[in-house]
């Protein structure tokens, strides 16, 4: 079908909106790439940076490491899912479009190809 929709089942995937997702994802994923290296390397605060002048010196400086190594290690945890989440939907993408090249194949004895006039090659049906 036109559009990269399908149906089977009753059923109908839109592989354009799979791969619209991934691609969001992997600009995300580009995103937080250049957010954790500012955690990581642009938010240092030495001790002598707060002073040691007032009794809570030593927290606030303990503090700041602390919540920084926290962002850090939940930029990393983001960075990973974001990857196993865009690569599943890269599979699941690609999945259907075999079973649609597939479908379409048998259906027209392999001449063709796979497409039909008008349809989008993006369109993927479970079989």
Do not use: C
């Amino acid at each position: 079908m036109a559009g990269g929709l399908t149906v089977a089942d009753g059923y109908r995937v839109n592989t354009d909106e799979l791969e619209a997702v991934v691609a969001r994802l992997r600009n995300l994923q580009k995103n937080l790439g250049e957010t954790a290296g500012k955690a990581t390397y642009n938010t240092v605060i030495e001790p002598s940076d707060v002073g040691w002048e007032f009794p809570e010196a030593h927290e606030l400086h303990s503090a700041h490491t602390q919540m920084k190594s926290s962002l850090e290690t939940l930029i990393n945890n983001l960075e990973t899912m974001i990857d196993d989440f865009s690569g599943k939907t890269q599979a699941v993408t690609d999945s259907y479009k075999e079973s649609e090249y597939n479908v379409r194949s048998s259906m027209d004895g392999g001449v063709s190809g796979g497409s039909t006039s008008g349809s989008s090659n993006s369109g993927s049906r479970l079989s």
